[in-house]
Structure formats: structure tokens, C-alpha cells
């Protein structure tokens, strides 16, 4: 629902950019946490995540913020027709960002928490050693709400 609302709202671009956000953020904190991962995030709930890995998706949310910030001056001269968006600053967007980034891992955690109290350890059988797809969306499921909510505040003027 959260993502229909973006594109109805705030047209294409903007839910690309979140799916590309959450995408960035999980494959900088795999390769993060495989090389430098050495303290566990939350080993009783999901062991393989470090608080190496946690950072490496804060960064990725912070580079895709500033990145996608740039792209829309560099390309659009600041005039980008978001309906509201021009309250948007720079800080406004890469906070908000970073901060989806912190939501999408915690929901990751959150699902991980309820296969282990279900004893599942794979949501399904569809994508063999994913996880199942429930696994490919749990942190798009978590940040989709904060993520539309913190643009619509902000496009509002309420938040920035």
C-alpha cells in the first residue's frame, strides 16, 4: 500500500529509489559483514549479521541519499517536480534515508525473530537458499511505512 501511494504521490522515481536504497543497504552489509563482520548483531536471532554489516548498510544509506540528492540537482537544476518535495533539503533526505535503512534492518530482524519462535527455518520454497521470498521482502515490508510517512511529513512541511 505505502509503495502504490509513493508512485500514486510522488510519481516512479521515488520508489525506485527507495527499492534501490533497500537493495544498496542489504548488499553493502552482506559484503561488509563477510569482510570485516566480526561482532554479532543479534546471535539468537539471526547469527550471520554483525554490527560490521549494520554500518555497512548506514553507509549505503547514506551514499545512496547523497547520490540520489545529487542526481536530482545535477539533472533537474533543483526544479524537481515532486508535487510538495521542495521543502526537501539535502540533510532532510539523506537523514530520512539512513534512517530507513536502520528500519528495513530492524524488520529484517523482526521476521528472522519469527521464523525461530515458528522453528521455520526458510518462508518457502520458491528461491532455493534465499530464505523464500518472505526473505527477499521483510526489509522492504518494515520500511515502506517510515519510508512514505517521512517523505509525506516532509513534503508537507511538518518535518525539515
Given at each position: 500500500?505505502?509503495?502504490?501511494?509513493?508512485?500514486?504521490?510522488?510519481?516512479?522515481g521515488m520508489?525506485?529509489?527507495f527499492?534501490i536504497?533497500?537493495w544498496?543497504a542489504?548488499i553493502?552489509?552482506?559484503?561488509?559483514g563477510?569482510k570485516w563482520?566480526?561482532?554479532k548483531?543479534s546471535p539468537d536471532i539471526?547469527?550471520?549479521?554483525?554490527?560490521?554489516g549494520?554500518?555497512?548498510a548506514l553507509?549505503?544509506?547514506?551514499?545512496c541519499?547523497?547520490g540520489?540528492?545529487?542526481f536530482?540537482k545535477?539533472?533537474y537544476?533543483?526544479?524537481v517536480d515532486?508535487g510538495?518535495?521542495?521543502?526537501?533539503?539535502?540533510f532532510?533526505f539523506i537523514l530520512?534515508?539512513v534512517?530507513t535503512v536502520?528500519?528495513?534492518v530492524?524488520?529484517?530482524?523482526f521476521?528472522?525473530?519469527?521464523k525461530?519462535?515458528?522453528?521455520?527455518?526458510?518462508?518457502?520454497?520458491?528461491?532455493?537458499g534465499h530464505?523464500?521470498?518472505l526473505?527477499?521482502i521483510?526489509?522492504?515490508?518494515?520500511?515502506?511505512?517510515?519510508?512514505?510517512a517521512?517523505?509525506?511529513?516532509?513534503?508537507?512541511?511538518v518535518?525539515?
Amino acid at each position: 500500500m505505502f509503495i502504490s501511494r509513493l508512485h500514486t504521490l510522488y510519481q516512479g522515481g521515488m520508489v525506485m529509489y527507495f527499492l534501490i536504497l533497500i537493495w544498496s543497504a542489504d548488499i553493502l552489509a552482506y559484503f561488509t559483514g563477510k569482510k570485516w563482520g566480526k561482532e554479532k548483531l543479534s546471535p539468537d536471532i539471526s547469527p550471520g549479521k554483525t554490527v560490521e554489516g549494520f554500518y555497512g548498510a548506514l553507509a549505503a544509506g547514506l551514499l545512496c541519499g547523497i547520490g540520489f540528492y545529487v542526481f536530482e540537482k545535477v539533472t533537474y537544476g533543483g526544479n524537481v517536480d515532486y508535487g510538495t518535495l521542495h521543502y526537501m533539503t539535502s540533510f532532510d533526505f539523506i537523514l530520512l534515508s539512513v534512517l530507513t535503512v536502520m528500519v528495513s534492518v530492524y524488520g529484517d530482524l523482526f521476521f528472522s525473530l519469527v521464523k525461530r519462535q515458528k522453528g521455520v527455518k526458510d518462508t518457502g520454497s520458491i528461491l532455493p537458499g534465499h530464505g523464500g521470498v518472505l526473505d527477499r521482502i521483510d526489509s522492504v515490508i518494515a520500511a515502506a511505512p517510515f519510508f512514505y510517512a517521512g517523505v509525506f511529513l516532509i513534503s508537507r512541511g511538518v518535518l525539515g
